[in-house]
């Protein structure tokens, strides 16, 4: 018994791969501009960590971190975050067992901890802008200010971007494109976790007890 292919069958099989290597070649192409994006945030956050070493100690006769700071207020939010990123991992477990409800889950507990991080670092910049500790005070609040403000932007941008990949998931599933965008976020959110540690750390920790 002898196989044959017809024309149409072979024609279908032609358009499947076509397919099949363009999604790939899209998938690589994404990975590599996403990497290419987080080298560059990288920089920038460099950058700031360094104009704050610079300036950390120019107080201008101001306030001094001592003064300022709330370290449990800060553990706390430095917490939210952490949980952020664990719940994040749950969803991604979700995700590779292919579970849509799963996923959308854990991403909004998810989100739920990003917006309570950005709501306790406006409640701290808030506190401090009614004590006079603006950023127009001295050196070291203008690179406080700058740095610990440039991530919080960035945490926003996650929780927007959050939000449009839930709404992608919930109506078309966990479909190829969407398991792609849940895994940039996801490198970009660890990513900012990465960042906040450095931040607590070398910008709370060692203001307060250095």
């Excluded at 971190?65 to 449990?72: A, G, N, R, S, T």
């Excluded at 479909?175 to 931040?199: A, K, P, Q, T, Y």
Aim: hydrophobic share 50%; with cysteine.
């Amino acid at each position: 018994m002898s196989a044959s292919v017809s024309p149409a069958s072979d024609g279908e099989k032609v358009v499947f791969y076509l397919e099949k290597d363009e999604h790939a070649h899209a998938g690589s192409s994404t990975a590599l501009g996403f990497w290419l994006y987080l080298m560059s945030d990288c920089l920038i956050f460099a950058v700031l960590f360094a104009c704050y070493g610079v300036l950390g100690r120019s107080y201008a006769a101001g306030p001094t971190p001592k003064e300022l700071f709330d370290l449990p207020l800060v553990a706390v939010n430095t917490a939210m975050l952490l949980f952020s990123s664990i719940t994040y991992g749950f969803a991604m477990l979700q995700m590779e067992g292919g579970k849509k409800w799963g996923t959308l889950f854990w991403l909004g507990v998810t989100g739920l901890f990003g917006v309570a991080f950005i709501g306790l670092e406006l409640y701290e910049f808030n506190h401090l802008i009614h004590e006079g500790a603006g950023p127009w005070r001295s050196a070291f609040l203008s690179s406080f200010f700058t740095l610990v403000g440039t991530h919080g932007l960035h945490v926003s941008f996650g929780i927007l971007w959050l939000v449009v990949l839930m709404i992608q998931v919930a109506h078309r599933g966990l479909i190829e494109d969407n398991r792609r965008r849940l895994m940039c976020l996801s490198l970009f959110w660890h990513f900012l976790d990465v960042i906040w540690i450095g931040v607590f750390s070398f910008v709370y920790l060692m203001g307060v007890l250095g």
